[in-house]
């Protein structure tokens, strides 16, 4: 099994940052893509970011210019800086990733999202 723990969500005013962490631990062999995605109130989920292990990255045009999605692979983590944050961002944020586990099997695992809220 795989936990998946979010941190760094919160209030912020428009124009502000914040850098969301995921942490994965638990029956890990290797964490292939790590994803971040947000779901608005009424509104279906949406893939934000996504970064393979060897660093490509990925971003919904939205975002574009304003949010950088990084890893650290030795730590099983995975980061979303976000800046010039816009009230349109409010969502909760959720990280995704993609395990070998430890029985040789692929998984997707989700976190249990973090809100963030953007005031005008």
């Known amino acids: 099994q795989v936990q998946l723990v979010e941190s760094g969500g919160g209030l912020v005013q428009a124009g502000g940052s914040l850098r969301l962490s995921c942490v994965a631990s638990?029956?890990?062999?290797?964490?292939?893509?790590m994803n971040w995605y947000r779901q608005a109130p009424g509104k279906q989920r949406e893939l934000v970011a996504s970064i393979g292990r060897a660093g490509g990255t990925n971003y919904v045009d939205s975002v574009k210019g304003r949010f950088t999605i990084s890893r650290d692979n030795a730590k099983n983590t995975v980061y979303l800086q976000m800046n010039s944050l816009k009230p349109e961002d409010t969502a909760v944020y959720y990280c995704?990733?993609?395990?070998?586990?430890?029985?040789?099997?692929?998984?997707?695992?989700w976190g249990q999202g973090t809100q963030v809220t953007v005031s005008s």
């Open positions: 995704k990733t993609a395990v070998l586990s430890t029985d040789w099997r692929n998984y997707d695992y």
């Open positions: 638990g029956s890990i062999i290797r964490i292939d893509t």
